[in-house]
């Protein structure tokens, strides 16, 4: 069955540096997405991308924040001066289409720690 | 604003018992509602969707109810398994997922 792989599965970062998070999202997949879970709460979203663009962004996802699809397989999100609370779990997820009922697959994440 | 919440956030259950999980949402425009099982570590994995225009569905082991008059879902599990032993989720869309606050299931034998 076809999978989201993400990677690193674990990142320690330094507060203030840059870190970079790599999703593969499944290959006919149009839509992408990211989610973030910080530890003990609800998964929010994040951030939506389709047609090379950002489609749909939550008050989370702030200008530190971006997203880009650098070429035909991976889809990256950027956090540029990482912060403590930007500690948690972050989720990549695809879709064929728009609505998630016509299939949506989440990656197993990748837990984040900012020291 | 939208939400999606949970009345409970830890159920414990016997081995053998059958489970139930409720979650309120409070956008009328949702139209699809998935459960989602998340286990230690692990994104979340689709368990059984509704659809709007429905108010039951059944699964292998898993029933979900739809009530769209109070705007309430529930999720039911029959005959309950260590292996259930989850946080578990509902969420409403139809684009993006607006998940609820989760419940830790707990099968004890």
């Known amino acids: 069955e076809p999978e989201v792989t993400q990677t690193p599965s674990h990142q320690v970062t330094q507060m203030g540096q840059e870190v970079i998070l790599r999703c593969v999202p499944i290959?006919?997949?149009?839509?992408f997405y990211w989610y973030r879970q910080i530890l003990g709460q609800k998964v929010e979203f994040l951030v939506s991308?389709?047609?090379?663009?950002?489609?749909?962004k939550s008050e989370i996802f702030d200008d530190q924040f971006s997203v880009e699809r650098p070429d035909g397989s991976n889809f990256t999100l950027k956090i540029r001066s990482t912060k403590l609370e930007d500690s948690a779990m972050y989720f990549c997820?695809?879709?064929?289409?728009?609505?998630?009922?016509?299939?949506?697959?989440f990656g197993s994440g990748t837990r984040l720690t900012v020291v | 604003g939208e939400s999606v919440g949970l009345h409970l956030p830890t159920l414990s259950v016997q081995e053998g018992d059958n489970s139930i999980i409720n979650c309120a949402y409070s956008?009328?425009?949702?139209?699809?509602f998935i459960w989602y099982k998340q286990e230690s570590g692990k994104g979340p994995q689709f368990i059984i969707d509704?659809?709007?225009?429905?108010d039951k569905r059944q699964g292998q082991r898993v029933t979900v109810l739809l009530n769209k008059t109070v705007k309430h879902l529930s999720l039911q599990i029959a005959a309950t398994q260590p292996g259930d032993s989850a946080v578990y989720f509902c969420?409403?869309?139809?684009?993006?997922?607006?998940f609820g606050t989760g419940t830790r299931l707990q099968v004890f034998p």
């Open positions: 997820a695809s879709s064929a289409k728009l609505r998630v009922e016509y299939g949506y697959t």
């Open positions: 290959s006919n997949h149009l839509y």
């Open positions: 991308f389709y047609n090379n663009e950002i489609s749909e």
């Open positions: 956008n009328s425009a949702s139209d699809y």
């Open positions: 509704i659809r709007s225009n429905m």
């Open positions: 969420a409403e869309t139809p684009d993006k997922l607006i």
